[in-house]
Nanobody
Framework: QVQLVESGGGLVQAGDSLRLSCAAS????????MGWFRQAPGKERDFVAA????????EYSDSVKGRFTISRDNAKDTVYLQMNSLKAEDTAIYYC???????????????????WGQGTQVTVSS
């Protein structure tokens, strides 16, 4: 059973930076894609960023493009989300997700993913 554990969330001011981490365990394959989603109070869970199995392909939502960077360290089985120039509207619970994939593609739909972490809260004060 694959388990994902997010960390790195917190309370910051607008313009600050945070780096989220998502550590995976229990995998039986090295070929998997990863994604980050977020859910603000009273809203649906939305796509933020995704990365393919090798780290060579990434994708971002328009709202974070140019400010957030997704990366991965396969040796540590960990994916990161570097968040710069944070805004109040970035406030949400951030979830990481994963699915098996050996292709050079990313996935941005919730239903594309098989496993999810418990989430980490990010709060940006204006």
């Amino acid at each position: 059973q694959v388990q994902l554990v997010e960390s790195g969330g917190g309370l910051v001011q607008a313009g600050d930076s945070l780096r989220l981490s998502c550590a995976a365990s229990g995998r039986t394959s090295r070929n998997y894609a990863m994604g980050w989603f977020r859910q603000a109070p009273g809203k649906e869970r939305d796509f933020v960023a995704a990365i393919n199995w090798s780290g060579g392909v990434t994708e971002y939502s328009d709202s974070v493009k140019g400010r957030f960077t997704i990366s991965r360290d396969n040796a540590k089985d960990t994916v990161y989300l570097q968040m710069n120039s944070l805004k109040a509207e970035d406030t949400a619970i951030y979830y990481c997700s994963t699915r098996s994939s050996r292709y050079g593609v990313t996935y941005r739909r919730i239903n594309d993913y098989d496993h999810w972490g418990q989430g980490t809260q990010v709060t940006v004060s204006s």
